[in-house]
């Protein structure tokens, strides 16, 4: 029964996930720990995996399998000196139908001197009515190095859904300290003229962006990598490499069709960079070929 206080809909709305994760790295003798693990709600680690010996890879499990309307994550994660950890998620991160509240996931990185991270992600699927927020801030002190991406698909392609309604905003900050080698704060409604004009999706609704902060982040790794990139009509990709404050960064944007292609695109990018970047050699993820 319906309480006489509260109007129908207000009552009817399903209870919100308020979910936190903090994890934290450390070097102990030749290899990474993963010392410091606590969690509230449905955000949780599996125990850490060594498949690269010496490096610490933990997977992120936020056991729902989807965020709805009202749902709030929290994910921090430090990366303490000399330490260096690989981050990654089973699968892609489903975003509900949002019954006109907001849902919102932030992550907070920060990475000490001379420590490295990974931070791989899969995909973020934006359901047909949901109305998304996501935050990514990254500090990265000197002589660190930080590799990661994000990826963005717009409506349920698998079901043949489009995303007709809705809002997506994208606030990310890359840099060290006070100091910002990259900020980037955007806004898209689904019914944004955005989404087919020629200069901004042309139509594509599936978006990728990769970073990778550090000393190697050079001008000419940046061309070595252009020079792979796809430019088609139904998948195209650019890089940039930024520099300021002493530190340096290379931005790769894609813009495609079909998330298999842009994936595709960017895990290849990630190893041509982890060497030059990391100083470590690529070696793909078990969970990609699940």
Partial sequence: MRHPDFPSSVAMLPAAWQATLHLRFARRGERTALTERRHRGPLLVQKPLYPEGAICHAVILHPPAGVAGGDSLEIDVAVEAGAHAVLATPGATKW???LGRDASQQ????????ARLDWLPQENIVFD???VRISTVLDVAPGG???GWDAVVLGRQASGEQWTRGALWLDTRIGAGARALWIEQS???AASPLRTAVAALDGLNVLGTLWAVGAGATQELAEALAERLPYTPALRAGVTCLAAHGQSMLLLRVLGRHMEAVRHVMT????VLRMPIHGVAARPLRLWAT
């Fill in 107 to 114: 992550v907070r990185m920060a990475v000490g001197e001379g």
């Fill in 145 to 147: 190095s930080a590799i």
């Fill in 129 to 131: 009515d949901a109305r």
């Fill in 96 to 98: 509900y139908k949002s």
């Fill in 268 to 271: 290849d990018s990630w190893q």
């Fill in 187 to 189: 806004q898209l409604e």
